[in-house]
């Protein structure tokens, strides 16, 4: 079993940068899928990115696309999420998943498919 808490979150202005964490403990994560997911107020939980447990392969939402990266160290059990040029639409509650995975490339893109979830960090982007 693994504990998920992010961390990172706060208030920025638009176009300005931010790097969430997510620190797991448990055994295992570096065989952990794991996926950002967010939700915005009065709007259901959305898909941000995800990240196989190689590192060698990362998916996003087209929302996101060429402004937020995931990264993961294993050695420190820890997924980022870098968050560049940031818009007033990103604001959001933003909480990291992870899934047990038996392929080192697979990631994953639906919230059913994850097995636990971390508490979420928030994220505000405002002038």
């Known amino acids: 079993q693994v504990q998920l808490v992010e961390s990172g979150g706060g208030l920025v202005q638009p176009g300005d940068s931010l790097r969430l964490s997510c620190a797991a403990s448990?055994?295992?994560?570096?065989?952990?899928?794991m996926g950002w997911f967010r939700q915005g107020p009065g709007t259901e939980r959305e898909f941000v990115g995800a990240?196989?447990?190689?590192?060698?392969?990362?998916y996003y939402a087209d929302s996101v696309k060429g402004r937020f990266t995931i990264s993961r160290d294993n050695t420190k059990n820890t997924v980022y999420l870098q968050m560049n040029s940031l818009k007033p639409e990103d604001t959001a509650v933003y909480y990291c998943?992870?899934?047990?995975?038996?392929?080192?490339?697979?990631?994953?893109?639906?919230?059913?498919?994850?097995?636990?979830w971390g508490q979420g960090t928030q994220v505000t982007v405002s002038s």
């Open positions: 990240i196989s447990w190689s590192t060698s392969s990362t």
């Open positions: 998943a992870a899934k047990p995975s038996t392929s080192s490339w697979k990631y994953y893109l639906s919230e059913s498919e994850y097995d636990y």
């Open positions: 448990g055994r295992g994560f570096s065989r952990y899928a």
